[in-house]
């Protein structure tokens, strides 16, 4: 297991994927999976950063792991901001032109659709999204 833990900015985002591909490219993850690992954690720690904190900062913890029994990874993002499941929110609905969807929600369907799996748990004051991809 490897973990990072820095503050909710945006500034910082180069060291998560840095951070990340270190992990993928050492567990031979092949280069079309890692981009689509990337722009997962890139949008779920962006949204960390926008909103867990606002107006402040806080940190912000990823978690990376091989699961036992599979190959491929699962990234866990925990921060102790405000509550919120980006789960519960229902799926925006692609098949409507962009003028008549309703803003917001479509990074994390994207983020959804592109893992194998993810799960959200609110513990001990804490958000606690795990996010799955195999390759």
């Excluded at 833990?5 to 060291?15: F, S």
């Excluded at 690992?37 to 107006?55: G, K, L, M, Q």
């Excluded at 866990?76 to 003028?99: H, M, N, Q």
Aim: hydrophobic content about 40%; overall charge negative.
């Amino acid at each position: 297991m490897n973990e990072l833990e820095l503050d909710a900015k945006v500034d910082n985002l180069e060291e998560v994927l840095a951070f990340m591909d270190q992990w993928l490219e050492a567990h031979d993850c092949p280069m079309k999976v890692q981009m689509q690992i990337d722009i997962a954690v890139e949008e779920i720690f962006v949204n960390v950063a926008h909103y867990a904190y606002t107006p402040n900062v806080g940190k912000v913890k990823i978690r990376l792991e091989k699961p036992a029994d599979s190959t491929g990874v699962d990234i866990t993002f925990i921060d102790s901001g405000i509550p919120y499941d980006p789960l519960a929110k229902p799926d925006p609905d692609v098949t409507l032109s962009a003028e008549e969807r309703q803003i917001g929600g479509l990074g994390i369907f994207m983020v959804k659709k592109s893992m194998d799996s993810m799960l959200y748990e609110y513990t001990d004051g804490q958000n606690i999204l795990t996010m799955r991809k195999l390759f």
